[in-house]
């Protein structure tokens, strides 16, 4: 319990003299592609800012889960986190607006999208005194499983696991007819072991990085979700830094994200094929039952749009981006 705070104390210690300590968390394992990535940005600040500014990262969930970040955020504890939009959304309601079910197609329409919604998004971060320094996709989510999923008779009675407190999630499987079962992510691994769960939702690359796939033989060739990751700090933290320094902050970290991007899109395709060559079945859902889930999305994201829980400037300038031609 000690052990997160004297690591913070000794961090704060070991800084030389007037330099600031920037402490942020995420639950990306150490060794990780995103935390080579992050490592490499604090390393390009620390030399761009000739010392200044010292970002120290606490991996792997020691800090704890996404909530507890955000309260240690606000506590001043840490000074920012790189965290799921499912949590980020009790802070900023649009924060999930790229993981809105059905949303996208492939990699082409989130693209497209960020390019005009990005900005918005850190507008309303602000707001909320969160300064968003970085968007990096995690990748699309599938629905894996022991079984095929085919018809709606295949996927009545499955025992699907949704992330805790995903309400969006929670939300679109119950108007699909489906009761699943929330639980930490760290539960997931054993739940699949003991049969408390069957079928997850998750992308490739993360099956296998949690080392889920053993029970999974089949996926559903239907991208469910788009996964993203935000890097926000505290405001206040932000604004304690020099106009120079956070312009050091924001080039490293943003150039970071991009990064990131192409090397989990990349990741993802491969993780497939890996996951393709050990067995894994891919199967498409019956015509009938992936329009009656995409209209399932659809009606969740029309109930969340008429009690507010996401703005119609945001909604409108995704809509716009989904219904142009690519063309930047």
Known sequence: ??????????????????AQAIKI???????????RELRTAADEVGKGTDGRV?????????????????????????????????ELSMVYPDAPAYSLPFLFDDWDDVQRVRRAVDPLLAKGFEEKGLRMLGVSGVGFAYLMGDRPLRSR???NGIKLWVPQNDVIAIRTFEAAGISPIPLPIGDVFTSLQTGMVDTVANT???????????????????????????????????????????????????EAAVRMDATVQRDNLAALEALKKQGLSVTALAPEEAARWRAAGDQVIADMEAKGELSAGVMSAVRKALAADGTP
Request: charged share 15%; aromatic share 10%.
């Open 1 to 18: 319990m000690f052990r997160p705070l004297l690591m913070c104390l000794l961090f704060v210690l070991s800084l030389p003299a007037g």
């Open 25 to 35: 968390a995420t639950l990306a394992p150490d060794g990780s592609a995103w935390m």
């Open 54 to 86: 010292q970002v120290k990262f606490y991996p792997g969930g020691v800090m704890g889960n996404d909530a507890v970040v955000l309260r240690k955020m606000r506590l001043g504890q840490l000074q920012g986190g790189v965290l799921t939009a499912s």
């Open 153 to 155: 008779a295949d996927v």
């Open 204 to 254: 490739p690359s993360g099956a296998i990085a949690l080392q889920w796939h053993g029970k999974l033989s089949h996926m559903v060739d239907l991208p469910l979700t788009f996964v993203v990751g935000y890097l926000v700090l505290d405001e206040k933290a932000w604004k304690r830094l020099s106009p120079a320094d956070q312009q050091v902050f924001a080039k490293a970290f943003g």
